[in-house]
């Protein structure tokens, strides 16, 4: 790993560690800064990870237009690796922000909220990519047909639960009316920064594409259970939401175990 940072632009000699955060089956290492040099961050994917890089790339370029992402520094593709350098955006993620302030809960699913709107915001018909349920699924039926999904990390609810049950029981919440937004695909906790306490951006954004509002609602909701029932509605209050769908919501939160 050290030959390939090395023959990266200027990054020689930079001390790296290795990032372990996510399930993106990409190689993550953190370079830290030189003077007057940001800290950065190095994705390596091989073989089909690679195309999950080279994903994530081309979505960091469309989406920069209109939200706060990591600039990218450099990107290096072969046949059968991607290599993505990027900014690493100062500050921590919500997870560790919740976790070291709990009584600023409020304050801060607030702001995911507001930044949630934002990104849901963007007109559909500028977005170049497609992650609907359709696509989503096919992609979900090759991921259990190869053996790669993880049964042992589903949700506590469905914890024993083998993968085709997951399957059969996430088909007869269908069907449903899309409601198509541009979405992040992993609206996580890890995956948003705050700075002395503002949400100043979003990372890991290689699931980008239109799909219903619910697959980013979803995840985060079902983040937010980690620390509090009230977070958890206090999101859709503030999202704008009365009433949710909680049939959409249970669709995505069992779409989401496969990946």
């Not at 990027?86 to 930044?115: C, H, M, R, W």
């Not at 100043?200 to 619910?214: F, K, L």
């Not at 509090?228 to 249970?250: A, C, E, T, V, W």
Request: glycine share 6%; charged share 25%; proline share 6%.
């Amino acid at each position: 790993m050290k030959d390939q940072i090395t023959h990266l632009p200027d990054n020689a000699d930079r001390p790296c560690t290795r990032d372990n955060v996510g399930q993106s089956g990409a190689t993550i290492y953190r370079l830290y800064g030189k003077p007057d040099a940001p800290e950065l961050f190095l994705k390596h994917g091989k073989g089909s990870v690679a195309n999950d890089v080279t994903d994530e790339m081309v979505r960091l370029n469309w989406l920069t237009e209109f939200m706060p992402l990591p600039t990218i520094k450099h990107f290096i593709r072969t046949p059968d690796d991607a290599w993505l350098l990027t900014t690493a955006i100062p500050g921590k993620t919500a997870f560790q922000v919740l976790e070291e302030y709990p009584d600023s809960g409020e304050n801060i699913v607030d702001a995911l909220a507001v930044f949630l709107r934002r990104l849901h915001s963007i007109p559909v018909c500028n977005c170049p990519f497609n992650s609907d349920r359709v696509f989503r699924l096919a992609q979900a039926q090759s991921r259990m047909n190869n053996g790669l999904v993880d049964a042992s990390d589903f949700d506590d609810e469905r914890n024993g639960w083998p993968v085709e049950q997951v399957w059969k029981e996430m088909h007869k919440l269908l069907p449903f009316s899309p409601d198509s937004v541009v979405t992040h695909g992993d609206f996580s906790l890890d995956n948003l920064i705050f700075d002395e306490g503002k949400l100043i951006g979003c990372i890991d954004v290689g699931r980008v594409g239109i799909a219903d509002r619910y697959q980013d609602l979803a995840i985060l909701w079902n983040c937010l259970g980690e620390f509090s029932p009230s977070l958890q509605k206090r999101l859709f209050q503030k999202y704008g939401i009365d009433n949710p769908d909680m049939n959409k919501l249970q669709f995505h939160l069992m779409l989401d175990e496969f990946f």
